[in-house]
Each structure stands twice: as structure tokens, then as C-alpha cells.
């Protein structure tokens, strides 16, 4: 996979499930800006995972962004 093709995918992904996870961390830490900044961190770590291990390592990505957002709290 390309970096285009990385860029495309975790693109897509963060349409479909920022909102949810601004929700997530933001009921958790009660602050928006903390919230933005755990939401973004995990981002980074699912664009090395998906570097990593390939567009389908992980079959259920909101599973995996899920989890690793409340375990960043």
C-alpha cells in the first residue's frame, strides 16, 4: 500500500467516526481541547498501525479506535 492509499483510508475513517470520538473522550475527560488531542493522538497511532500491518489489520476499525480511545484516558 502506498502512502496515497494510507492517506485515503484513515481520510475516510475520520469522516465516519471523529464526531463519535470527540464524544467518547470528551464525556470522559469533560474538557473539549483534552478531548481533541486524545482523539488526535490516537489517530497517529492508527496511521502507524495501518503503516504497520496493512489496510486490513484491523477488520473492525471503530472496534479498535474505540477501545484505544478510552484506554488514552
Known amino acids: 500500500m502506498e502512502?496515497?492509499?494510507?492517506?485515503v483510508t484513515v481520510?475516510?475513517?475520520v469522516e465516519q467516526y471523529q464526531t463519535q470520538l470527540l464524544h467518547i473522550a470528551s464525556?470522559?475527560?469533560k474538557d473539549?481541547?483534552?478531548?481533541?488531542?486524545i482523539v488526535q493522538q490516537?489517530?497517529?497511532k492508527?496511521?502507524?498501525l495501518l503503516k504497520l500491518e496493512g489496510k486490513d489489520s484491523k477488520k473492525s476499525a471503530y472496534a479498535?479506535?474505540?477501545r484505544v480511545?478510552?484506554?488514552q484516558m
Request: charged residues 15%.
Open 3 to 7: 502512502e496515497f492509499e494510507y492517506e
Open 69 to 71: 480511545t478510552v484506554n
Open 64 to 66: 479498535w479506535l474505540y
Open 46 to 48: 492508527y496511521y502507524q
Open 11 to 13: 481520510n475516510s475513517l
Open 27 to 29: 464525556a470522559y475527560v
Open 32 to 37: 473539549s481541547h483534552a478531548a481533541e488531542d
Open 42 to 44: 490516537v489517530w497517529i
